[in-house]
T-cell receptor
Framework: AQSVSQHNHHVILSEAASLELGCNYSYGGTVNLFWYVQYPGQHLQLLLKYFSGDPLVKGIKGFEAEFIKSKFSFNLRKPSVQWSDTAEYFC??????????????FGKGTKLSVIP | DSGVTQTPKHLITATGQRVTLRCSPRSGDLSVYWYQQSLDQGLQFLIQYYNGEERAKGNILERFSAQQFPDLHSELNLSSLELGDSALYFCASSVEWGTGRSEQYFGPGTRLTVT
């Protein structure tokens, strides 16, 4: 079965530190990749997405992600985190499941705590 | 605010009971998705509807069912509830179906506690 792995369960950083959250998926076909974020007490919202083309994609709030096909990876990065980035981050892969349908499969999430 | 609404916010019920969770998608969105989030399983896709028709099924138990009504709101029915069904249930909506590229907009979730 297809799966999405996020390597870190909880990451703690100081403000201004750089961030990289790992995401690997197991699926050999065409994938559509997403990073969602859930701020405390809020709904899940889209950070960025990749379908094709330039493997380095930029999202909102200074986040970017790099798709490396050979490594089945889609890691999320931010050069300098802020306290307001404290949230839970979810990597997701939309995989074709037949009959014109897709299923969005999520990783288990990484909680990011940024210390002022 | 994503534009997706879910009611109720919290639900506490006993084992063996049946509950109905409701979702209203964003204005203009025809697809509705249901997800279950639990500590051990993470966020799991349950089922998708597009314009009233079921389009995709994930890890949805036979005790669970859903439907999408002509006004596009959706209901998730959970019956013969077990302690393990305690979780956060999210609804999401998107404009289209069948491309795999649509952004899904998530509601605030319904927290179900089965005692």
């Amino acid at each position: 079965a297809q799966s999405v792995s996020q390597h870190n369960h909880h990451v703690i950083l100081s403000e201004a530190a750089s961030l990289e959250l790992g995401c690997n998926y197991s699926y050999g076909g065409t994938v559509n990749l997403f990073w969602y974020v859930q701020y405390p007490g809020q709904h899940l919202q889209l950070l960025l997405k990749y379908f094709s083309g330039d493997p380095l994609v930029k999202g909102i709030k200074g986040f970017e992600a790099e798709f490396i096909k050979s490594k089945f990876s889609f890691n999320l990065r931010k050069p300098s985190v802020q306290w307001s980035d404290t949230a839970e981050y979810f990597c997701a892969v939309n995989i074709y499941s037949g009959a014109g349908s897709y299923q969005l499969t999520f990783g288990k999430g990484t909680k990011l705590s940024v210390i002022p | 605010d994503s534009g997706v609404t879910q009611t109720p916010k919290h639900l506490i019920t006993a084992t063996g009971q049946r509950v109905t969770l409701r979702c209203s998608p964003r204005s203009g969105d025809l697809s509705v998705y249901w997800y279950q989030q639990s500590l051990d399983q993470g966020l799991q896709f349950l089922i998708q509807y597009y314009n009233g028709e079921e389009r995709a099924k994930g890890n949805i138990l036979e005790r669970f069912s859903a439907q999408q009504f002509p006004d596009l709101h959706s209901e998730l029915n959970l019956s013969s509830l077990e302690l393990g069904d305690s979780a956060l249930y999210f609804c999401a909506s998107s404009v289209e179906w069948g491309t795999g590229r649509s952004e899904q907009y998530f509601g605030p979730g319904t927290r179900l506690t089965v005692t």
